[in-house]
């Protein structure tokens, strides 16, 4: 078995980070992805990354953005470490070879960004996770005598002692099949977002919730589930990402009739308001008949000049001609707003810890909570960062004090009888649906019910459809029954895994009777801070879901109306 002092599940930008941290601090290291490593999401990111480095911006300035971004639902005391550490987190990044884009005076160069009250966004055209996570890679490789890796693993589920402390995972070889324990004296959770609980949404496939489920099966409290992120720019086909980078250099949003709308939501920010306002906005304009008939909004990239579109948006350019048929620079194209991000997640400290001892959790799988109610564009990649590093840091310096664990060897065999009753399924034919199936009934009920505007109706309905899938869901057809890349089984386990969540999702959401931040309920249509100034938990309580609250840290910026 092997045994190391930090396990890192999960190899996007907070896996890789903190996997580099840990090896800094002299730890043994073993890092899993069940994709290759550059392939997990942060690839994906496009417009760029958020942190006060100009001398006339500050990062308090920074931090009250984000508190305001947030609703002031996210915690202070967690926000103010992230964007006081953000300068030198950028300058590491630069030092360690990412390109930053450079100005006409060769300082870097940054954006505008949604709810940025400066343009604080530092980015590498429109592919700068990108181009972060191929210089994390590269840094892990030089660091190969510390870090194992597991590239084409797929962890099945985290491993506890008597005591309650987690101390390891078991862990499918996608390549052979073959199941295997890790021990370990932590574990860093680091595996990402569930985008793939709705359809359409702009998260990649691999993007199940996989960790936030696993954790929540182990006792681990989930946080803010309710904050789901809808990105005011997604294409309507296809749910593909158009970045806020786009809005940033200059784009402008018009209804059918050719009004700028933004005038009348945000008249201060314009396009560039907090992204839960300015998806509101669209929603309401498509609602209210003002929309195309397809139901999307224009975004005019054309405001923008054609040579600065062609050199800082370059990847969109691409993505309008190859799955919208237009040319951004010539011509608007039609959008609307998409599933994208998720707030919450598994609850930690600011130094990644869960409540659950030697379990931590970084990146879009955890909730610090720096994002609340509404992230800001821009700051995600630097939450993976900085509470990437400091988790790995942390969980190096605990590594320190404790002896390896070792997990009975009765594990491995229940684990493999998991995945032998998964293949003695029968196959499509048989009266159990496809797992793609019930995927879609999913992604499509929490799309329809779960969206920019809910009410109690529509999450009671989303509600019950997710108990009768979860009902469905282990008896859905199996048709390969072999061991290489057998993507059947995965996507069984992973099927799971997003039923937990939107479980969990839809559940806060109910709970959350008011307004705030990305939650909008028509039927509580105001915030209201004197009865839901807190986030919500959702913890396994017996076989079931069961919901509590965790207090707001506030430490200087008290709750205000919120007007761009
Ligand atoms: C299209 C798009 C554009 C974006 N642009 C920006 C941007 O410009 N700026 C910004 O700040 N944010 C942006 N975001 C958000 C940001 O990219 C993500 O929140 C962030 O990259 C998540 O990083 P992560 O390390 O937490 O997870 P990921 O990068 O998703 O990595 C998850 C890792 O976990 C592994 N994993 C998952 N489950 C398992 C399992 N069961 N077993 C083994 N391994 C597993 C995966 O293989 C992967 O290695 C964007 C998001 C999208 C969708």
Not at 362 to 377: I, P, Y
Request: charged share 25%.
């Amino acid at each position: 078995m092997p045994a190391h002092d930090v396990l890192i599940i999960g190899a996007g930008l907070a896996g890789q980070r903190a996997a580099l941290a840990a090896a800094d601090a002299g730890a043994s290291v073993a890092i899993i992805s069940k994709v290759h490593p550059v392939r997990s999401h942060s690839v994906a990111a496009a417009g760029g990354i958020n942190a006060a480095l100009n001398p006339e911006d500050s990062w308090e300035s920074h931090a009250f953005d984000t508190v305001k971004g947030s609703d002031y639902l996210g915690d202070q005391d967690a926000i103010e470490i992230m964007c006081r550490e953000a300068p030198d987190e950028i300058l590491w990044l630069e030092h360690a070879g990412v390109t930053f884009h450079r100005n006409g005076t060769g300082h870097l160069g940054t954006r505008a960004f949604g709810g940025a009250s400066q343009a604080r966004t530092y980015y590498v055209a429109d592919i700068t996770g990108q181009a972060i996570l191929h210089v994390l890679y590269e840094r892990l490789m030089q660091h190969h005598e510390r870090v194992d890796r597991y590239e084409e693993w797929f962890t099945t589920r985290l491993l506890q002692d008597e005591t309650g402390a987690c101390i390891g995972c078991v862990a499918r070889d996608i390549r052979s099949g073959t199941l295997e324990v890790f021990n370990a004296k932590n574990v860093i959770l680091a595996s990402g977002g569930a985008g793939q609980v709705f359809k359409p949404t702009t998260n990649a496939l691999i993007c199940t919730g996989d960790g936030i489920a696993q954790a929540y099966r182990i006792g681990a409290p989930l946080m803010d589930m309710e904050m789901i992120q809808y990105h005011p720019t997604t294409l309507a086909e296809n749910g593909f990402l158009i970045t806020e980078g786009a809005r940033g250099e200059g784009a402008h949003l018009y209804n059918a009739q050719g009004e700028r709308f933004m005038e009348k939501y945000a008249p201060n920010k314009l396009e560039l308001a907090s992204r839960d306002v300015v998806s509101r906005a669209e929603q309401t304009e498509i609602n209210e008949g003002r929309g195309f008939p397809d139901g999307t909004i224009a975004l005019d990239i054309t405001k923008v000049p054609r040579k600065r579109t062609l050199e800082a948006l370059r990847e969109i350019v691409n993505i309008g001609k190859d799955f919208a048929g237009v040319d951004i620079t010539r011509e608007p194209i039609h959008i609307r707003p998409g599933m994208h991000y998720i707030m919450g997640g598994v609850k930690t400290d600011f130094d990644g810890q869960t409540p659950i001892p030697g379990l931590y959790a970084a990146g879009e799988v955890a909730c610090v909570s720096v994002h609340g109610g509404n992230r800001l564009g821009a700051n995600s990649l630097l939450d993976t960062l900085i509470f990437g590093r400091r988790s790995g840091d942390h969980a190096a310096q605990r590594a320190r004090g404790i002896a390896m664990p070792k997990s009975p060897v009765s594990v491995l065999s229940d684990a493999q009888a998991e995945i032998d009753a998964i293949l003695g399924r029968a196959g499509s034919g048989s009266p159990g649906r496809r797992i793609s199936e019930i995927k879609n009934e999913l992604g499509e009920t929490m799309n329809r019910y779960v969206a920019v505007f809910r009410d109690a109706e529509g999450l009671a309905t989303a509600h019950a459809i997710v108990q009768r899938l979860k009902q469905e869901a282990p008896n859905a057809a199996i048709d390969d029954k072999g061991t290489v890349f057998n993507q059947d089984v995965l996507a069984a386990i992973e099927l799971g895994y997003m039923l937990d969540v939107a479980e969990a999702i839809v559940m806060a959401a109910q709970e959350r009777r008011e307004s705030r931040g990305a939650q909008f309920r028509t039927d509580f249509p105001a915030r209201n801070d004197a009865d839901w100034l807190h986030h919500i938990t959702v913890s396994l309580n017996g076989d079931g879901p069961g919901l509590g609250t965790a207090p707001v840290t506030i430490t200087r910026w008290e709750p205000q109306e919120r007007t761009y």
